[in-house]
């Protein structure tokens, strides 16, 4: 089992950056398959970014060039970098993990992320 805390939110401005991380706790962090979902208010929670075991990276279209996951084993640690940012962007976003085989295919369904997070709110606007 592992535990879930994001960080990094907060408010900025049309075009600015925001890094966000995802600590885990818990063993076997290299194992898991980590994603990063978005939920904007009265709208259904979206993929946003994918890193599997592997190092393989997925992005929505929404993102693709403007934001970046990555994943650092030591330190049981995903991140996503954002630059760019629209205020569309502006969401709570979650980090989530799976260590199921059919996420590195598919990473884009929600039900196939076993833990998650408790979010952390992105907001930009001038």
């Known amino acids: 089992q592992v535990q879930l805390v994001e960080s990094g939110g907060g408010l900025v401005q049309p075009g600015g950056s925001l890094r966000l991380s995802c600590a885990a706790s818990?063993?076997?962090?290299?194992?898991?398959?980590m994603g990063w979902f978005r939920q904007a208010p009265g709208k259904e929670r979206e993929f946003v970014a994918a890193?599997?075991?592997?190092?393989?990276?997925y992005y929505a279209d929404s993102v693709t060039g403007r934001f970046a996951i990555s994943r650092d084993n030591a330190k049981n640690t995903v991140y996503l970098q954002m630059v760019s940012l629209k205020p569309e962007d502006t969401a709570v976003y979650y980090c989530?993990?799976?260590?199921?085989?059919?996420?590195?295919?598919?990473?884009?369904?929600?039900?196939?992320?076993?833990?998650w997070g408790q979010g952390t709110q992105v907001t930009v606007s001038s």
């Open positions: 890193i599997s075991r592997g190092r393989g990276t």
């Open positions: 818990g063993r076997m962090f290299s194992s898991y398959n």
């Open positions: 989530a993990a799976s260590q199921r085989s059919t996420v590195v295919t598919e990473p884009r369904r929600l039900h196939d992320y076993d833990y």
